[in-house]
């Protein structure tokens, strides 16, 4: 690989491959979603369940010095958890008192829901600037608890944060959520790791009930390693010709809902073999050109099935897409601009949907990738330097945001 630096920011990271065979084996970050989560848990027990192992993500380490420093100017950077998460907990910490803001992309992230919500169950936030977006001014108090709809078709994130507050309530939280739940495996993942804590959790069909209970019994969880980290390496074994590649320490039961993607990875010609270690990437014909693939349940997955699919020639149609243009970046917009230079046509055929023709993908010259100040995108547009000269990735550090080792993991294999 070769770098280029301006002044202290690393500029570009310029990959070569020197053969499309890849092999190794690779140690993934621990589960920057799970690690999140249960930094939430054990504040409001104050230390009773902990986490082993977690995320070395610049998005879980600043949340984790939010929580032991409670500053009354807090600062979330990116992080859409980072900050949603320690919003609900600031909300219900009672006695604090301050500011809570974030990265300038984040500050133009709607927020309007989750305030509504912890509002109705007694909370006193305030928007410091414009209406329904950060900074927020925090007073925290216990809140009230009650039966609370709330929009879930922006972020099921909003949802998590309230639930994962919930036992410091004065009442049980009852939430209706309303509309199509985006992601829903990640608020699935909530409500488990809460059962395994011990916290008191009903679910119907139209409602999460949590109780105002906090655990007697100290629990330590070991973090699972990352799905969505995975899935750049399904991708990287997709578009090698050959490829022996090892995930230590993951495995197929999984609470992420990315781990799905071991099953759509199958039409791109992966198969999972999972083994005592972890699991054992093996690559295999693809039997398919033309795909249907619904992302409202992973959407953050979007962007490496876009290039997988692009690189291998495929036609897919894609569709789930609605939350994608509030994230990080317009994270839409950016695929395509950049899949665009490489001679895919796309079309969008109705709202949060996309379908990319592959037929006319050039492969023989170098790409430079613009990365939006998204970490998705430097990740999901790695894998095609085994099919090109060479590739640029612009601002290679946004990776620290959820799989910082991800550039020295990515040599050992080229």
């Known amino acids: ?106 500050m133009e992230r709607p927020v309007a829901p989750l305030v509504d919500a912890l509002r109705l169950l007694g909370a006193d936030i305030q928007y410091q600037h414009k209406e329904g977006f950060a900074p927020l001014i925090i007073r925290g108090k216990q809140l009230k608890g009650g039966k609370i709809p709330i929009d879930a078709s922006m972020s099921s994130q909003f949802l998590s944060a309230l639930l994962l507050v919930a036992p410091l309530m004065e009442n049980d939280l009852i939430l209706e959520p309303q509309g199509q739940i985006i992601s829903q495996p990640y608020l699935q993942m909530t409500i488990d790791l809460m059962l395994q804590c011990g916290f008191h959790i009903k679910q ?63 039409e791109f010609g992966v198969e999972t073999i999972e083994t005592v270690s972890g699991i054992r990437l093996e690559k295999t014909p693809v039997k398919q050109t033309d795909l249907f693939i619904d992302c409202i349940k992973t959407p953050d997955l979007f962007q490496t099935y876009a290039v997988t699919a692009a690189a291998l020639k495929l036609n897919v149609h894609f569709s789930g897409l609605q939350s994608l243009r509030l994230k990080e970046t317009d994270r839409i917009a950016a695929v395509c601009n950049e899949l665009s230079k490489m001679g895919v046509v796309l079309e969008y055929p109705v709202a949060h949907e996309v379908i990319i023709n592959s ?56």
Not at 42 to 67: F, P, V
Not at 247 to 266: R, Y
Request: charged letters at 20%; glycine letters at 6%.
């Open 204 to 266: 119907s069909e139209t409602s999460i009930r949590v109780q105002p209970f906090i655990p007697a019994k100290s629990l330590e969880i070991a973090i699972e390693k990352d799905w969505s980290a995975a899935s750049y390496w399904y991708s990287m074994v997709a578009l090698s010709h050959n490829a022996d590649i090892t995930l230590s320490g993951l495995h197929l039961n999984s609470i992420q809902g990315d781990s799905h993607c071991a099953e759509i990875f199958k």
């Open 359 to 414: 037929q006319n993908f050039r492969f023989d010259q170098p790409y430079s990738i613009e990365t939006y100040e998204d970490h998705r995108m430097a990740m999901a547009f790695t894998p095609l330097v085994l099919k090109i000269p060479s590739l640029i990735i612009q601002y290679p550090n946004v990776v620290k945001k959820s799989y910082p080792t991800f550039w020295s993991d990515i040599q050992k294999v080229l």
């Open 1 to 106: 690989m070769h770098y280029e630096f301006t002044g202290s920011m690393q500029r570009t990271i310029e990959l070569v491959s020197s053969s499309s065979s890849i092999s190794g084996t690779i140690d993934l970050p621990a589960s920057k979603s799970i690690s999140n989560r249960l930094l939430i848990l054990e504040a409001i027990t104050k230390g009773k369940i902990r986490g082993t192992g977690y995320s070395d993500a610049s998005d879980t380490q600043i949340l984790k010095e939010l929580i032991n420093q409670l500053p009354t100017s807090a600062n979330a950077g990116a992080g859409g958890t980072t900050f949603r998460f320690f919003l609900a907990y600031l909300a219900s910490l009672d006695g604090y008192e301050g500011v809570l803001s974030g990265s300038e992309r984040l």
